[in-house]
């Protein structure tokens, strides 16, 4: 479809616009996004950005049809980079000093050196508390001055202090572990547990010492983090950029940006080796400074957090809301050579970026991308040093025609921070078995890719149901291409019916509004949703109807990535098999996940028919099975399995059910016996295989795999039928209960049953009583209300006798 009604929201404008490219034949999109700084493993946050980046990617490749040239960047040195490096290097050879040691003294300096790190910890971070606080008064000290900053309103500041609360807490019960082992055997738990208040503390004293020219020690723990991540996104079914860019890579160009920068009259050096961005020199030349976030210009906080941990605070600039594009390095911190200085230094991070992305896509971007958190004052700064580096007099560039800032994901109203640590990793998330990568992406495709999105129980749930309709439909799909049934009369007479067709065209029109409106993907989940519901309500859906929406539907949710990359197994078979069907297309792709492995394939679907045709022969049956017919029934078109099969777990399960099938019938066994065996094959071999038969009416019984959504809907109904089963039960021995002292209040005869004297003193002929046990008369109205009592003892006793005559 013609992409010219392509609307994107564009930071830039704050609304949506008209998306245009700057190649002439409107075919090629360039586009750079900011990448993660790879310091520690990747988090549910660096997946939100990604996914969401990767879906706008694959709609604008695979349904709008644009060639798309993705370029990111991987920041491998940055102030982060710089502590975090430092921090492992000092930890590794702190530790090896101790290990080194005799145990009984290494456990010694490990103290000291443990109270010292504490101390420096709490003058640092928590300054309401006295840096000498004994260790067993620092808990109840920490609660009660910091009690109304923690329990006040929660923001990003207050996630900090309680993150540093728990890092001096854990430092703590670290030492008091270790001085409790005077033998060493702590020490490595010690130095793991603690380092968060450890590690700062060896860098205070030692950080400067370290080697600026030894680059190796900066960049190791980059590209540790780097292969990691990009594992992490790859299991994401995250596509690979065209290009990665790593700020390393690119000093030169990024030194040559710079002196550009300066000759211009934008840029200044300083004394300590920095060269910062001249804002009031920008402005006067007719440039707009910030452009994505005016509001934020003065926002020092925001500022500061640009410039770095290691920003130097005495540098000397011109204006406050100048910015770094070079930073002249202080002893510890990575150096290289430049023009403008002997002290040698290091990129500014908004620099690395602007460089990356003009060497590798040129003056004009079509798409720059990067989570929300980086317009102000990232990418402001990055457009601002573009503009200048590409602007000729009297002439401005606009280097990025498009901004694609994606939403936070939050964590209960909170970003999601490793600074803060308040995250998740991906590889703790996918280990809880509730949990999928596909289910994820789900997630982010019923939000909108430029909100803030919190995974809550509700979206987990929206999420869990809209995947388990497609597994339905595709399982329906699977099992129509396997076994097509024939079209009947009365299907053609119900083609004036609404039919699948129209529902298709209107859903590819839906969604097709739904893209060009800025990538509105919730809407296109609807649509998708929609389209199933209504294929699932008509009485008559041809073969060939259901195949076609099914390659549709494939179609999209491919592009939408929640198919694997690449996947191209035919629908109901395993890859380069043929199946034939009524109009079957053999380019009908999966989805993923509900086709069962191709080696059970021929065993299991074998078991299921032989399962289905004995069901309907003993279901149909009198009172006596035809244990003859059966057995013909269960000899007929035994399967011949090939040679590599004979061992497979799957094909031992059907032999085994058929065996037991035919010992069964051998020995003459009953409806109930053989019906039993039946479900143990659906609810134990099978189960244990992962693959469950889903019993229909009239109809085969669908094979399907038993995933963690099917698993879910399972235990659910098993539970549900356990507490139907539970309450049933309570309430017939409710019944019971209530029968049985029933039947204890009949036994009595009429005439004893005001018969006691603890209320009564005299009684008629009757045994009505005429006098309460004080002698007092009864009264006419209480005498009244006694014989009425009576005669209903009486009616209550004559039934009990007469039923106890019947016994």
Known sequence: MAPTSLRVFDSLVKDKTSFSTSDPNGKTVTWYTCGPTVYDEAHLGHCRSAISIDILRRIMRDYFGFSVRFVMNVTDIDDKIILRSRYQYLGTRLQKELESMEKTKAVTEATSIGRAAIKHYLSTHLPLLPSDIALEAYSVEAKRLYHDLVNGEQTDQTAKLEMHMKNCQSGIDALVALESVSDGTALSDFLHKAKDVIHPYLDYLYGTTIDSQDHGIFTGIAQKYEKLYFDDMRALNVLDPDVITRATEFIPQMIKFVER??????????????????????????????????????????????????????????????????????????????????????????????????????????????????????????????????????????????????????????????????????????????????????????????????????????????????????????????????????????????????????????????????????????????????????????????????KWLTRIVTIFGLNPEGEEAVLGQGKGEQLQGPAFDSQILVWHGVEIPFAAQEPIYAAAKLRDDVRQHVLSAGEKVDNNALGKLIEKDQPQPKAEENSTKYYTAATEFRTRMQQLVSENASKKEILSLCDDFRDIQLFSLDIYLEDREDLPALVRPLDASLRRALAERKATAIAAAAAKAKQKAENIEKQLARDEQAKISPGELFRDKALYSEWDELGIPTRDVNGKEITKSARKKLIKLQERQTKLHEEWLGRNRTQ
């Open 261 to 550: 920068i300066i000759t211009k009259g934008f840029a200044y050096p300083t004394a300590d080796g920095s060269v910062y961005f001249d804002i009031a020199a920008f402005e006067k030349a007719g440039h707009p400074y910030p452009r994505l976030e005016p509001g934020n210009r003065n926002n020092s906080a925001l500022r500061a957090d640009g410039e770095g941990t290691l920003a130097n605070k005495s540098a000397v600039k011109r204006n406050d809301v100048d910015f770094a594009l070079w930073k002249g390095s202080r002893p510890g911190e990575p150096a290289w050579p430049t023009p403008w200085s002997k002290i040698g230094g290091r990129p500014g991070w908004h620099l690395e970026c602007s460089v990356m992305a003009s060497e590798v896509l040129g003056s004009e971007i079509d798409i720059h991308s990067g989570g929300e958190d980086l317009r102000f004052p990232h990418h402001d700064n990055e457009l601002a040093q573009s503009t200048a580096y590409w602007s000729t007099e009297g002439k401005s560039a606009p280097w990025v025609n498009h901004f694609l800032h994606t939403g936070h994901l939050g964590i209960q109203g909170l970003k999601m921070s490793k600074s803060l640590k308040n995250f998740i990793t991906l590889r703790d998330l996918f280990k809880r078995p509730d949990w999928t990568h596909r289910l994820l992406r789900i997630c982010f495709l019923l939000g909108a890719w430029h909100d803030k999105i919190e995974i809550t129980d509700e979206i987990f749930k929206t999420a869990v149901a809209w995947e388990s309709k497609m597994n339905n439909f595709f399982l329906q799909a699977l099992d129509c291409a396997r076994s097509p049934q024939t079209a009947t009369a009365e299907a053609d007479a119900t083609r004036d019916k609404p039919s699948a067709l129209a529902s298709l065209e209107r859903a590819k029109n839906g969604l097709h509004e739904a893209l060009c409106d800025s990538f509105d993907t919730p809407t296109a989940m609807k649509v998708i949703s929609e389209l199933v519901s209504e294929c699932k309500n008509m009485t008559s859906l041809s073969d060939t109807d259901l195949l076609t929406v099914s």
